[in-house]
Every structure is written in C-alpha cells, then in structure tokens.
C-alpha cells in the first residue's frame, strides 16, 4: 500500500516555473514506479512523467520534454517534478501515481495502469 500526498501547486505567469513534490507513505514506494499525470476541466487525464525504481530512467511525453523533470529520492520517500518555460496548456489538476502491482516496476503511460492516486494540486499558467 502506498499512500501519496501532492503539494507545491499554484498560479504562475507563462514562462515561469513550479515544483511539485508528491509525499509518498509506504514500505512499498521504493518498490514502485512513480508517474505524475494531469487532466484538464473536460479531458481526459494525461501522462506528464515517470520514473523508475532507482530513478535511472524517466519518460515524458513530447509536450512536456526538455521543460519537465522527475526526480525522486527513496531515502525521503519523495517524488518532484520541476516544470520549467509553463504554458497556458499547462493548467490542469496534478496527481502522483504509484504502479502498484506485480508489474510496479515496469514504466506506463496509462492511467487505469496505475493504482495510487494523490488528491492532486492545482496548476494554473496565465497568459
């Protein structure tokens, strides 16, 4: 079980940058790979970034790579993403996801595939 809690949310102008942190509870979490996903008022949640076990291996989508970075440190149990050059399309609710599972290990882009969910921060870029 692995219980997550997101923070670090909150309005910026386009350009700008924010770092989320995603607090992780759990004997599990270093176990699991970690993603951060968002959706947007009327779409469907979207895959932002991911990292594996040992933080060795990230994965973002085109619309995010070369501005946002995953991190994470197991000793603190702590997920970040820093987001760098935000945009207005940016602006959506952002949720921490562990794997979970027998295939915790293994990177995914889909949601339905990842079975801890934080409450999620809100995001906001002004034009």
């Known amino acids: 079980q692995v219980r997550l809690v997101e923070s670090g949310g909150g309005l910026v102008q386009a350009g700008g940058s924010l770092r989320l942190s995603c607090a992780a509870s759990g004997r599990t979490f270093s176990n699991n790979v970690i993603a951060w996903f968002r959706q947007a008022p009327g779409k469907e949640r979207e895959f932002v970034a991911a990292i594996s076990l040992n933080g060795g291996v990230t994965d973002y989508p085109d619309s995010v790579k070369g501005r946002f970075t995953i991190s994470r440190d197991n000793a603190k149990n702590m997920v970040y993403l820093q987001m760098n050059s935000l945009k207005p399309e940016d602006t959506a609710v952002y949720y921490c996801?562990?794997?979970?599972?027998?295939?915790?290990?293994?990177?995914?882009?889909?949601?339905?595939?990842?079975?801890?969910w934080g409450q999620g921060t809100q995001v906001t870029v002004s034009s």
């Open positions: 996801a562990a794997r979970g599972g027998v295939l915790s290990y293994r990177i995914s882009h889909r949601a339905n595939e990842y079975a801890y």
